[in-house]
């Protein structure tokens, strides 16, 4: 193993350009003669378009176009997908209503864009914005699903009767039923996921090309999967078929789920270009991206858990009411169902999980995934469940865990999952060991001692990465498959270019992939390339989402080195003269096995290419493609510990201390996977403590900049303690589980678990403001 | 439309703009220079701190006309030709970036900081005045380490004096 190969600190090639300010983001493209977009927003939740007059828009100064939706339907353009077919228990397909790229007739939530401007310059296109004219008729709005399922609330769509999009179940009612009909002692919450903005600090950017000359439309903007953007585009849409659109994801700060998703902006802009002949950008200011980019979470669950007199838990049944927003977005039906609902078994034997989720529309933004997608929420479900019967039975929280973890694999729950390898004590022991768990006590009265409540909290989680294989999703409704490929092309020089379907926002693809290559040729991370973002280069992928970048994006690129590697040892063994067994790769030579024969790979990759001396019958050059499928999801878990102190006078909560142990299986960079942790760990944090997304009743979103939403700074965190065990994935051939949500997954339910024992309270909804904890505290007080 | 002329990272500038132009605006659109970003619309984010007369400002904030004649520096002129800025070699150093999006703004700020501060820094008062500048990726934990790493290295030439 070299000082780049797998399991290194390495540090980052792209790093280089980011500290330089070289990055090369969408809104930093520019074209000749490019103009510039700015949308036309309904400033209701929920209104019919009467008229929209145009005309003094379009007068206006520097103004190329002004476009208005009903020309977008005129033009064909399709409306907006959901790749996920759900269907209800009783069989019926999920009910969806149009979702078009800009409203026509019906506008269903605040900021919904009715029409584009296009003009020579920004400001232009924002001062013509305001001289379009459009005259609503309000109609009565609803926000909150308890509400949007009531008998005579305002209704979104009449495809969907009761602004129900479906209603779901997974699992076994009876067995359920009789579970809980047999159990000692229940224990029942309901349980709040609040809504939140996922907030990359890049706001979505899209610039749309079109070359007449060509007939040919490019697209750079701001995704996390190019590849599945341009086939939505084009077979969807009616934009232009697949080989006449190219997209560019370049650089992208940031994405966090938000940036999967094919925006109303990015069909417009295209759209528009054409039309307009011109090159057009749009970037979203950041008022625009709360209003427009998917929102995440917003779940209401009645959750129940069954145990028998020994506190082994015998039976779940929750019920989730998941918001879905104003239409469906391109992953949202799957979200509170396939990756929610079978995760409802936790780290635990739980012999019986009846879950039923209905979803359903309401006057806001889209909802859809945002880090860690239906996991969070199950993990919050659970975790908070475990922790209030462990404060129910007077047990301790850690000791109730660990007496029903899942201790042999496989392990086939109720609910979908077989899980295939994990050892959730050995977490458990190196997270309670870390914190110093038996201290705790000292440490509580330390602090009453200074005026301040003192509390920790649990949360142990799983998750499912690298959503597999394509066959059992397609079986569950999904309209794509979970691959990923990869191509490693050798150039005659021995350096090496890897194309891959996946697509970095910041996780260090470019550094990871590369110390793949380095591990396995023996050469320097700087002699090969990553190629991604781009279709024009990269055949196809399925991109970055569900932290299964590693787990199958790199197995595909294992499997391409393979087949290189396998033709490099013909050519090698035949210039040696030598059996093709005997040929073994090591510090970037091919050597002779026992003898002191040996050349360098950049030789081999030389006479692929020049051909002068090749086994006979074999095609020059070196360069090979793979497609890889996995078998199985892959299972992280992990125990995270969160200690907090409040301040009873401001109801402020300080967390002091933080454990994480996770196994996330092989670590390619454990400094990239420790990155991945901290991020995580924030906003998992930031939606306990700080993040929440409000609405007026009407729909008015109140929470739309940064005065209003509150981001979690540098001095609202603690710095972490980070520690990991291992069982490596059986399911690919680099033993790699994922870890780029754990941190989101799990961190809630542990913060909130340690406030709760801090205020001796059974629950308190997130975000858990210094007001809410104040008052809190001051209802205890008030009942004492 | 006014003609704006200042210097940026040394080198003389111009360009006509309208009154309105920010800053950032014109160090991106009417200059080029792309590094600094803009993150938001209320002066939260920080994502385009500059320094302007030696001093760390929001170019969000600040309109261009303001900026006249005065010198700017952004993180294309920090480096020395090669040579990283004692502070970005620590944000790559200690793995303090990840999208790289808000990393010039917190750039910025950090050399600011440093700087003001003699390079006499704790964790506590890092976090404290990283508080104009966010984060979404990173959690800021590597930040953080980055920049008491590049003050400690910024304080020993003048702790040797
Ligand atoms: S862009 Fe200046 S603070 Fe956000
Ligand atoms: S590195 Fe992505 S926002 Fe900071």
Redesign the interface.
Known sequence: MGMEGIGQRVVRKEDKRFITGKGKYTDDVKLQGMTHAHFVRSPHAHARIRSIDTAAAAAMPGVVAVLTGAELVGDRIGNLICGWMIHSKDGSPMKMGAYPAMAPETVRYVGQAVAVVVAETKNQARDAAEAVVVDYEELPAVTTVLDAIKEGAPQLHPEAPGNRVYEWSLGDKAATDAAFAGAAQVVSMDILNNRLVPNPMEPRSAVANYDAGDDQLTLWTTSQNPHVARLVLSAFYNIAPEHKLRVIAPDVGGGFGSKIYIYPEEIVCLWASRKANRPIKWTSDRTEAFLTDAHGRDHITKAEMAFDANHKILGLRVHTYANFGAYMSLFSSSVPTYLYATLLSGQYVIPAIYAEVDGVYTNTVPVDAYRGAGRPEATYVLERMMETAARQFGVDPAELRRKNFITSFPYQTPVIMTYDAGDYNASLDAALKAIDYAGFPARKAEAKARGKLRGIGLSCYIEACGIAPSKAVGSLGAGVGLWESAEVRVNPVGTVEVLTGSHSHGQGHETTFAQLVSERLGIGIDQVAIVHGDTDKVQFGMGTYGSRSGAVGMSAILKAMEKVETKAKKIAAHLMEAAEGDIVIEGGEFKVAGTDKKMPFALVALAAYTGHNLPDGMEPGLKEGAFYDPTNFTFPAGTYVCEAEIDPDTGKTTVVNFVAADDFGRMINPMIVEGQVHGGLAQGIGQALLEGTVYTDDGQLMTASYMDYAMPRADDLPSFDLHHTTTLCPGNPLGIKGCGEAGAIGSPPAVINAITDALGVRDIAMPATPARVWNAIHGRMAAE | MTTVSMTVNGRQVSADV?D?TLLVDYL??AI???????????S??G?CVVHLDGRAVKACTCLAVQASGSSVT???G??KGDE?HPV?AA???H?G????????GM?MTAVDMINRHGGNLD?AT???E??G????????????KAILDAASKMRMPAAAE
Do not use: K
Not at chain 2, 32 to 42: E, K, P, Q, S
Not at chain 2, 97 to 104: D, M, N, R, Y
Not at chain 2, 133 to 144: A, D, K
């Open positions: 309208e309105r991106r659109n080029g220079l792309t590094g600094t970003h803009v993150g938001c619309d209320t939260q984010c994502a952004t993180v294309e920090l480096a990283l970005q944000f790559r150093e793995h970036l990840q999208c790289g999006f808000c990393t010039p750039i964790e890092v976090r404290h990283l508080e500048n966010i984060c979404r990726c990173t959690g800021y934990h590597n930040i953080v």
